[in-house]
């Protein structure tokens, strides 16, 4: 069994920063692209940034600048640091990552279970 734990979520004021962790555990083989998903009430999921196994990285448009992804390979954990936050930023952020387990023939996604966010004064 694979799973994914995020921790590093909480309160903080706007210009302030966080840094989330998602550490993958399990019968894992193979790690290939890790990412943050963020959902904001009464909105859909969507991509805050990813990083592949090779290292490259995407980042939504509205985050560039501000935040940056970053992976450790041996430790299969992948990172966000969220600097200058807004209260737009307030979601529940999600790791994700594709990864191929010991007892499966294809690759496939996994998820966490999510951790809150919340910028406010």
């Known amino acids: 069994q694979v799973q994914l734990v995020e921790s590093g979520g909480g309160l903080v004021q706007p210009g302030g920063s966080l840094r989330l962790s998602c550490a993958a555990s399990?019968?894992?083989?193979?790690?290939?692209?890790m990412g943050w998903y963020r959902q904001a009430p009464g909105k859909q999921r969507e991509l805050v940034a990813a990083?592949?196994?090779?290292?490259?990285?995407n980042y939504a448009d509205a985050v560039k600048g501000r935040f940056t992804i970053s992976r450790d390979n041996a430790k299969n954990m992948v990172y966000l640091q969220m600097n200058s936050l807004k209260p737009e930023d307030t979601a529940v952020y999600y790791c994700?990552?594709?990864?191929?387990?010991?007892?499966?023939?294809?690759?496939?996604?996994?998820w966490g279970q999510g951790t809150q966010v919340t910028v406010s004064s």
């Open positions: 994700n990552a594709e990864i191929l387990s010991s007892y499966s023939a294809v690759p496939r996604d996994y």
């Open positions: 399990g019968s894992i083989f193979r790690i290939n692209a």
């Open positions: 990083i592949t196994s090779g290292g490259s990285r």
